[in-house]
């Protein structure tokens, strides 16, 4: 879920590591680009407490965190493909 958001980024994180975890995919590391999102007290304290290491990448710089990457594009055409697919209006195509 894209967000700046501290709080809607870690509210997210607690709803979703468990719920993938609980499918049987630990998660082991958190790796993050320096966001102002990930990198609160609170949501580095969380992340410690449930055993995950931090790893950070050096902020605009999506080269070193390709799959991500990678990930968040192939997501947004999928999104975008299902709009047309679905001749949804102009006015939500902001959101992807």
């Known amino acids: 879920m894209p967000t700046k958001s501290s709080a809607l ?5 607690e709803d979703y590591v468990p719920f993938i975890e609980k499918h049987g995919y630990p998660i082991k590391v ?3 680009d ?3 999102e990930f990198m609160s007290d609170s949501y ?3 992340l410690k407490a449930h ?3 931090i ?3 050096v902020r605009e710089t999506p080269q070193q965190n390709g799959i991500a990457e990678r990930i968040n594009r192939t997501l947004a055409d999928r999104a975008r493909s299902t709009m047309v697919a679905a001749k949804l209006p102009q006015k939500l195509w902001d959101e992807v």
């Open 30 to 32: 958190h790796r993050s």
């Open 51 to 53: 055993g995950k290491r």
């Open 9 to 13: 980024t870690q509210a997210a994180l």
């Open 55 to 57: 790893e950070t990448t």
């Open 44 to 46: 580095q304290e969380w």
């Open 34 to 36: 320096r966001g102002g």
